[in-house]
Nanobody
Framework: QVQIVESGGGLVQAGGSLRLSCVAS????????MGWHRQAPGKQRELVAA???????NVDDSVKGRFTISRDNAKNAVYLQMNSLRPEDTAVYYC???????????WGQGTQVTVSE
């Protein structure tokens, strides 16, 4: 089993920055992709950004140029630097870690990000 712990959410004004951190522990040897998803009230969970073990990234168009995902394989960690935050970025942000070849991954408990006007 893999345990996922996220941290770094909070309340920030529009234009501000936050950095989210996620660490995976347990049976992490087969983890390939780690990434961030978010879910706003009344909306479906959506991918924000993901990074595989080789460093290849996939970033949603809505956050390109504002959010940066980075990975530390040695620490089984993934980070999301969020700049120029907007009220529409308000959501619960979830970290996901997926084993190589797996269809589903492991989820963290989520961290709330609230951006005020």
């Amino acid at each position: 089993q893999v345990q996922i712990v996220e941290s770094g959410g909070g309340l920030v004004q529009a234009g501000g920055s936050l950095r989210l951190s996620c660490v995976a522990s347990g049976n992490t040897a087969n983890i390939n992709v780690m990434g961030w998803h978010r879910q706003a009230p009344g909306k479906q969970r959506e991918l924000v950004a993901a990074c595989n073990r080789g460093g290849n990234t996939n970033v949603d168009d809505s956050v390109k140029g504002r959010f940066t995902i980075s990975r530390d394989n040695a620490k089984n960690a993934v980070y999301l630097q969020m700049n120029s935050l907007r009220p529409e970025d308000t959501a619960v942000y979830y970290c996901n870690a997926k084993d190589l070849g797996a269809q589903y991954g492991y989820w963290g408990q989520g961290t709330q990000v609230t951006v005020s006007e």
